[in-house]
């Protein structure tokens, strides 16, 4: 791959980004959907149709090797600086076991409907070889997940992030994901492309061990060093290069788990200093970069893996069923999961909403999925286009919640 078709690739793809996120900002949609939505804009399914020779040459397979890397880069940036944001809203220990159960219900539920789903899906969409218990567990997983990224860019684009379920959904989503996570690499150690179960064992594990080393080890470390060395919150080039070298190890280890990067990077996150001028410095310097230039390239990659054959009418109400089953398993769980956590309806619908958005994390898994051989072209573009469906749902839900809570309270205030 040249340079010069890197760079071609990046201003088509920010470009095409800015205009579609531009566009779904004026409709009440948070940008990042228009930067999802800009990834099958550059795919097979619109471009590739219009202009095939000029997306065959632009996009050609042997190119996209720079374009991962980078995407990946983005998406250990931003989580970091998410994880460094997180706050308790209430008790730690009580927002642990709150999350705990909002996560374990809109993780069980989906979970469920989606292996019930999978035996209408699997006669017609299952590639040659896989056999139904594999297909119908992945189905499961793929349902059951929450995109932490997205979700956080949502609450944060609202302003939400410190209300009481935005951190409770935010915590959630880390219970979910990683769970989800876990089940992905059973049913791909089941299929043989991961070894054998022994993976699964390995990720569990791997995964204790680290958040040990973690909150044990660096968490301390990083305190003192930052105490010592960045008193006034305004790390220098030193401290700045320690911090990234942690992040990056985070990551790295988390990435050889097979948990992703992205997790590595929030765990890293969380365990520095709840300090918000060290907070303010680090977004300023970071969130430019990781948001408007390295996370639209992701969600380019995931276009470029769809199939025009899935909005065909023998698919359609495929897709249709899966959109139905979808919402109804991640709404219902999370809205379920924080009521029995003792939270108010609202905020309990608040945050069902919030875990229906399934974005990254879940193009993400589709992309396993379809790199183990567990679905074709034609399913994943089902679940990218499920992916989107559902998290522009979230914005107009939320805003639904918040101005009832905004209105309540103007009456109160009135009446007082």
């Given at each position: 791959m040249s340079t010069t078709t890197l760079l071609l690739q990046l201003i088509v793809i920010l470009g095409t980004a800015r205009v579609c996120g531009w566009l779904l900002r004026h409709l009440g949609q948070p940008s990042v959907l228009g930067e999802m939505a800009a990834g099958m804009v550059l795919g097979p399914v619109i471009m590739g149709a219009l202009l095939p020779?000029?997306?065959?040459?632009?996009?050609?397979k042997a190119s996209l090797g720079g374009l991962s890397a980078l995407s990946t880069v983005g998406l250990v940036l931003f989580m970091f600086v998410i994880g460094l944001e997180l706050r308790a809203h209430r008790g730690v220990r009580q927002q642990i076991q709150a999350a705990g159960i909002v996560g374990l219900v809109s993780t069980v539920v989906p979970l469920g409907l989606g292996v019930a789903l999978a035996p209408v899906l699997y006669p017609a969409f299952a590639p040659q070889g896989v056999g139904f218990w594999p297909f119908a567990l992945f189905m499961g997983a793929a349902l059951s997940i929450t995109a932490f990224p997205v979700m956080a860019r949502i609450l944060k684009d609202r302003g939400l992030t410190s209300t009481g379920f935005g951190?409770?959904?935010?915590?959630?989503?880390?219970?979910?994901?990683v769970v989800a996570w876990i089940v992905l690499a059973f049913v791909v150690a089941l299929t043989g492309a991961q070894g054998s179960q022994a993976g699964l064992l390995k990720i569990t594990v791997g995964a204790v061990l680290l958040a040990g080393l973690v909150y044990g080890g660096l968490r301390p470390f990083f305190a003192w060093l930052l105490r010592t060395h960045a008193p006034d919150g305004e790390p220098s080039t030193t401290v700045l290069a320690s911090l990234m070298i942690g992040l990056l190890g985070c990551a790295l280890l988390t990435e050889w788990l097979h948990l992703h990067a992205v997790f590595g990077a929030f765990l890293f996150g969380t365990c520095l200093p709840r300090d918000d001028?060290?907070?303010r410095s680090l977004a300023q310097r970071i969130e430019p970069l990781s948001i408007v230039v390295l996370m639209p390239l992701?969600?380019?990659?995931?276009?470029?893996?769809?199939?025009?054959?899935?909005?065909?009418?023998?698919s359609?109400?495929?897709l249709l069923l899966i959109l139905a089953v979808a919402t109804l398993g991640k709404i219902g769980g999370g809205l379920v999961g924080a009521r029995l956590a003792g939270y108010g309806w609202r905020d309990s619908l608040a945050a069902g909403s919030l875990?229906?958005?399934?974005?990254?994390?879940?193009?993400?898994?589709?992309?396993?999925?379809?790199?183990?051989g567990l679905i074709g072209p034609e399913l994943f573009t089902m679940l990218l286009v499920m992916a989107l469906v559902t998290t522009a749902m979230t914005g107009p839900l939320i805003s639904l919640t918040t101005r009832r809570v905004q209105a309540s309270g103007a009456t109160a205030a009135q009446g007082s």
């Open positions: 020779e000029v997306h065959g040459q632009l996009f050609a951190q409770l959904s935010l915590s959630a989503a880390a219970v979910v994901d001028r060290l907070l992701f969600f380019a990659l995931a276009g470029l893996n769809t199939s025009a054959s899935a909005f065909s009418n023998a359609l109400g495929a875990m229906n958005a399934r974005g990254l994390m879940e193009l993400i898994v589709i992309k396993v999925g379809l790199d183990a």
